[in-house]
């Protein structure tokens, strides 16, 4: 069974066409299900996915009591899929529905999350920039090079979602988290369609919320259960420069020079103190990690890590 999550934000004029492309790509495919989420619109969205429910037995509508933002509507959706395949896609027409075969495809040549790329994008020019801007930054501090990291049409086994734990902009990352879980992550060209009815709603602060959030993602997928690898790294570089500082100032001491009024010795105490507090640092949040596992069960993470047991 294939689940189509469909996050919807005031598209009241997109759900009945978005959904007559879904079952013309779909309905060859065998069984499937379309689970729209509204979150929080203001106009008539509703009203339409409730008419739609009301004559297509394969919809199913999910209301956020307001608007919370993408990634806890794809939450949302997620938790109600029922789905071994889950394929999301935007609300708002641009993704081409068509498409989703070719990513199902795609995910049974063994991968498990296969990402469209929109090659040719209908978007003005700057929002073009700001993208590939943000996938260049995104590789390069993540680990994993995609061209387009926040393309909304993607498609999932459904072990991929489970577990994911989405808030804030942390939808553009799900190819990042599932890829430092252990997961095979493959790209697929997508074709991209102007947008017909209302306006975007992705503007530059998104793109540095969504900086901070790479941050996170980062942090909590490379060092999360060795926060001392970070953090003692950091402490040691800055506490072996404090000391040679110190040392070379101690030199110029046993010489009779006068080193009291050189910065170089407020920079080196100061080097060596920042370092031990952040090897400090690396210590406590081990202890807190450490601390953490034993009250969870390493049965959990370990469930999350193994892929098949041959008995």
Avoid at 122 to 148: E, I, K, Y
Avoid at 263 to 271: C, D, N, R, S
């Amino acid at each position: 069974m294939i689940s189509v999550v469909v996050p919807v934000h005031d598209e009241e004029r997109s759900v009945a066409s978005l959904y007559e492309d879904l079952q013309a790509a779909l309905d060859p495919l065998g069984e499937w299900e379309a689970v729209f989420v509204d979150d929080g619109s203001t106009d008539g969205t509703f009203a339409a996915l409730t008419r739609l429910h009301a004559r297509e037995p394969a919809v199913r509508v999910v209301r956020l009591r307001r608007n919370f933002g993408k990634a806890s509507a794809l939450a949302a959706g997620f938790a109600h899929a029922r789905g071994d395949v889950v394929v999301t896609i935007d609300g708002d027409g641009q993704d081409d529905p068509a498409e989703i075969p070719r990513l199902l495809a795609k995910l049974d040549e063994g991968f498990d999350l296969v990402s469209g790329w929109k090659t040719r994008r209908r978007d003005p020019w700057r929002r073009r920039l700001l993208s590939r801007l943000f996938n260049a930054v995104t590789g390069r501090l993540s680990g994993l090079s995609l061209h387009d990291m926040n393309c909304g049409l993607k498609a999932y086994r459904a072990d991929v979602v489970r577990g994911l734990r989405l808030y804030g902009e942390l939808h553009r990352f799900i190819p990042v988290l599932a890829h430092y879980r252990g997961h095979r992550v493959a790209e697929l060209p997508v074709k991209h369609r102007p947008r017909e009815h209302g306006r975007s709603r992705y503007g530059v602060e998104r793109y540095l919320r969504g900086f901070f959030d790479l941050l996170t993602v980062t942090f909590m997928g490379r060092y999360r259960y060795r926060p001392l690898h970070l953090f003692g790294s950091l402490g040691l570089a800055l506490g072996a420069l404090g000391v040679a500082l110190l040392a070379y100032l101690t030199v110029l001491k046993a010489t009779g020079e006068a080193i009291g009024h050189r910065p170089l010795l407020t920079l080196g105490v100061l080097l060596v103190v920042v370092g031990l507090q952040l090897f400090s640092l690396g210590l406590v949040s081990e202890l807190v990690t450490s601390l953490h596992e034993e009250r969870s069960g390493e049965r959990e993470r370990t469930d999350q890590v193994v892929e098949e047991v041959l008995p």
